[in-house]
């Protein structure tokens, strides 16, 4: 393993453009980031991967896109206003504020050395006004789980998909929550994306169904390319669990700064359904047509973090290499979440015919995968800039290509070249790429 991993990554991914610190010329806003060109397909790759395994490959699944602005009573039903907040302390010379669980001992502020206020509960959730009046009854709460506007849809799917339990529903989307812990890159923002199933179970079956979600979703990260070994399932213990929770086992993942929470696979029992039914006045329960019974589903949610895990892929897939007397730094991303997966690069960039051969091919290539044509160094140098983003296959074009009408193919771990006909690349490709 690399030393410092972690400043690596963080600087691959500003240097190469994956991810930026969000207003960063004005200072930057602290716990928010922005997703450069390859961070931004890095992140759609990792959510289209999650959505093919969770919704296109199960029967039972459906996809939904709730909004992110809800009715403020459904915070006060879900518990959230209540009872979703960290215990901080104020310094009482420099004011900053602290999470009360990163603190040491002795009361002091961490960054001034002055004294600390007491720890007082302060909500996650950020708050807003809707419409033109600032007040109490205008608040509005940017929701903090996007697992909420699943909750309050279910007689809308009950009533249009009419589906047998057990079934699911599946959502990505923003959540937002007041954080102050510092550092970590992307590992704890203020704005993150989710991707969380609602799985709707017969109460007897929960222990069942929640001990099988957790291996699904544990086998998710390993068939993306996750080391086992950098992998963990977690038990939480009861003093843990949040408010809604019978039982819950994290994902973890083993980050440069230790073991980190990449998922939460949790059994909410019946407590959503229950609440939105008391505090809405509906009908929430599901009708049996077997047994003619009425009674609310269990609920078995896997809740994971999109940008967590696309921050574990980074560092999972970063791998330094002696080549020679180089150093090669390569990402070894799975080839379904590399953000390229074909570079088409010219060997002599001042011969015309050459340049103009790689472009026809990468125009080709472009059709059928995502591909980028790059001309603005020596081979060696280009080759080095694709390993770093991860990009499965260079392409190069030389002046034999011209006579021979055939290329070279470099593949990114084995760095081993093929040369292949141009007329049968795309097959090769799709061959190598589809598997
Ligand atoms: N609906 C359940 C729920 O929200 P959670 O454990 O609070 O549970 C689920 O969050 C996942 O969302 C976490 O495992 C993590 O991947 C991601 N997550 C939570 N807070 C986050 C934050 N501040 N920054 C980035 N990701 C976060």
Redesign the pocket.
């Known amino acids: 393993m690399a030393e410092n991993l972690m400043e690596k990554v963080v600087s691959l991914c500003k240097r190469r453009g994956f991810i930026f610190q969000s207003s960063e010329i004005y200072g930057g806003l602290s716990?928010t980031w922005d997703y450069g060109p390859y961070g931004v397909e890095l992140k759609n790759n990792v959510k289209r991967a999650w959505w093919k395994s969770v919704v296109y490959e199960h029967n039972d699944i459906f996809g939904m896109d709730a909004s992110i602005l809800m009715h403020p009573q459904v915070w006060e039903a879900s518990g959230h206003v209540q009872s979703f907040f960290d215990l901080k302390s104020d310094c009482k010379s420099c004011k900053k504020r602290f999470k009360a669980a990163d603190l040491k001992k002795e009361n002091k502020c961490p960054e001034c050395g002055g004294q600390l206020t007491q720890a007082r509960p302060f909500n996650l959730m950020f708050k807003t006004h809707k419409g033109p009046i600032e007040d109490e009854e205008n608040l509005i709460y940017l929701r903090?789980?996007?697992?909420q506007g699943m909750f309050v849809n279910f007689l809308n799917i009950l009533d249009s998909k009419h589906p047998k339990l057990p079934f699911g529903l599946a959502q990505i989307g923003k959540?937002f929550?007041n954080?102050i812990t510092p550092g970590n890159f992307?590992?704890?923002?203020?704005e993150?994306e989710?991707m969380?199933i609602e799985y709707f179970v017969h109460p007897k079956e929960a222990a069942k169904l929640l001990a099988e979600w957790i291996e699904s979703r544990f086998n998710w990260y390993i068939n993306l390319g996750i080391s086992k070994e950098n992998l963990r399932k977690r038990p939480h213990t009861q003093d843990e669990l949040?408010h809604y929770a019978l039982a819950c086992t994290?994902i973890e993942y083993n980050f440069p700064f230790g073991w980190s929470?990449?998922?939460?696979i949790?059994n909410r029992t019946d407590f959503d359904l229950k609440q939105h039914a008391q505090a809405s006045g509906k009908d929430l329960r599901f009708f049996d047509d077997s047994t003619k019974v009425r009674f609310y589903p269990y609920i078995i949610?896997p809740?994971?973090?999109v940008?967590?895990?696309v921050l574990a892929f980074l560092v999972d897939a970063y791998f330094e290499e002696k080549v020679k007397d180089d150093l090669r730094i390569v990402l070894k991303l799975h080839k379904d979440l590399a953000p390229v997966k074909v570079a088409v690069l010219p060997l002599l960039r001042n011969r015309p015919e050459i340049v103009e051969l790689a472009k026809k091919i990468a125009q080709e290539l472009k059709k059928d995968f995502i591909t980028v044509y790059d001309d603005t160094g020596s081979i060696g140098k280009l080759y080095r800039r694709q390993d770093e983003v991860g990009t499965l296959y260079c392409v190069t074009v030389d002046v034999q290509s011209l006579e021979d009408k055939q290329v070279t193919v470099r593949q990114r771990d084995t760095m081993q070249q093929e040369r292949i006909s141009i007329d049968k690349l795309k097959e090769y490709l799709k061959e190598k790429l589809n598997s």
Not at 144 to 147: D, G, I, L, Q
């Open positions: 716990n903090p789980e996007t697992a959540a929550r954080e992307t590992f704890r923002t203020c993150f989710q969380e949040a994290d929470e990449l998922e939460g949790a949610e809740s994971g973090g940008d967590r895990s």
